[in-house]
């Protein structure tokens, strides 16, 4: 099976601009996870998606958004950029929200 | 609420030698997940090993293994044989047990630590 999968892989912006991450999961897979890798935060849960409803989000400003389509793809949308968002973005999905997570290979965002 | 610590940000290791990486927990829950992730330089996360809380017996997959303390909340990592192609770096990972309304896969994260292999 092919892996979980990230688009695009790097990103450049600047402030103020908006973003939409995507990730397609494992086939099969329902549920989708997202989380902001950064330096100085670590890894930090942004949100997780199961058969289209979000069920959890971390604790984020509302300029993070995302939604799963009915295929399980995901896409996660940042408005308003700052440069504090520059990041990895990883999006893990698993065959339901118990169950394990296996990676993409991230987004490298940058925000100038 | 639930934390991870990694309180060893960065080992090395010779080549064919053995390490071992520490993770402490908190939870007031009975029943979790413990993950140990590899993040390579090519920041792919890569799952490792895995520990049910309710299993006693340490998981092992080949030549990694844990060595699971529930009651002191520890969980640390042992690589045996060491290769160049573990240097990387090492997240541990804490999940809740699904029940009730509050199912979640949320994973929560330790600092990491960097492992080096020198040859």
């Known amino acids: 099976k092919a892996g979980v999968t990230q688009t695009p892989r790097y990103l450049i912006k600047t402030r103020g601009q908006q973003v939409t991450l995507s990730c397609s999961p494992i086939?099969?897979?329902?549920?989708v996870s997202w989380y902001q890798q950064t330096p100085g935060q670590g890894l930090q849960f942004l949100f997780e998606?199961?058969?289209?409803?979000?069920?959890n989000k971390g604790n984020f400003p509302g300029r993070f958004s995302g939604r799963q389509f009915s295929n399980s793809r995901s896409e996660m949308n940042v408005s308003t950029l700052e440069l504090g968002d520059s990041a990895l973005y990883l999006c893990?999905?698993?065959?339901?929200?118990?169950?394990?997570?296996?990676f993409g290979p991230g987004t490298r965002l940058l925000v100038l | 609420a639930q934390t991870v610590t990694q309180s060893q940000p960065e080992m090395s290791v010779q080549e064919a030698e053995t390490v071992t990486l520490s993770c402490t927990y908190d939870?007031?829950?009975?029943?979790?997940?413990l993950f140990w992730y590899k993040q390579p330089p090519s920041r792919q996360m890569i799952l490792v090993i895995r520990?049910?809380?309710?299993?006693?017996q340490n998981a092992t997959e080949n030549r990694f293994s844990v060595n699971f303390q529930k009651a002191a909340k520890s969980f640390s990592l042992k690589i045996s044989d060491s290769q160049l192609g573990d240097a990387a770096m090492y997240f541990c990972?804490?999940?809740?047990?699904?029940?009730?309304?509050?199912?979640?896969?949320?994973?929560?994260f330790g600092q990491g630590t960097t492992l080096q292999v020198k040859p």
């Open positions: 893990a999905s698993s065959l339901a929200y118990q169950e394990t997570q296996y």
């Open positions: 086939s099969g897979h329902r549920s």
């Open positions: 998606y199961f058969s289209e409803t979000q069920r």
């Open positions: 939870t007031s829950e009975s029943d979790y997940y």
């Open positions: 520990q049910e809380a309710y299993k006693q």
């Open positions: 990972a804490y999940r809740r047990y699904p029940h009730g309304s509050s199912n979640t896969g949320k994973l929560i």
